[in-house]
Nanobody, 122 residues
Framework: QVQLVESGGGLVQAGGSLRLSCAAS????????MGWHRQAPGKQREFVAG???????MYADSVKGRFTVSRDNAKNTVYLQMNSLKPEDTAVYYC????????????????WGQGTQVTVSS
């Protein structure tokens, strides 16, 4: 069993900042990639940011220069620092984690958080 617990969403005015956190727990052997997706009302879920175990990062063009993804491997936690927020950033944000549950199980599986609402008012 693997659990992902997200926190940090909320309501903020345009130009403001929020920090999301997602902690993984349970049957974890090793965590590979971690990241964030989001889904706005009436739209498909989209990639926001990702980070490898070694710290390599990737961002959607729409958030480059404003969002920063980071992780704490000792705490199995991924963060998303969101600055200069815009109304179009309003969405439910989901953390995503690719991990192996044991040394004898080859390959990684993807797990999703429950989602946290971010609302940016104009």
């Amino acid at each position: 069993q693997v659990q992902l617990v997200e926190s940090g969403g909320g309501l903020v005015q345009a130009g403001g900042s929020l920090r999301l956190s997602c902690a993984a727990s349970g049957s974890i052997f090793v965590i590979n990639d971690m990241g964030w997706h989001r889904q706005a009302p009436g739209k498909q879920r989209e990639f926001v940011a990702g980070i490898t175990r070694g710290g390599g990062t990737m961002y959607a063009d729409s958030v480059k220069g404003r969002f920063t993804v980071s992780r704490d491997n000792a705490k199995n936690t991924v963060y998303l620092q969101m600055n200069s927020l815009k109304p179009e950033d309003t969405a439910v944000y989901y953390c995503v984690v690719d991990l192996r549950i044991s040394a004898v199980v080859a390959g990684a599986s993807r797990y999703w958080g429950q989602g946290t609402q971010v609302t940016v008012s104009s």
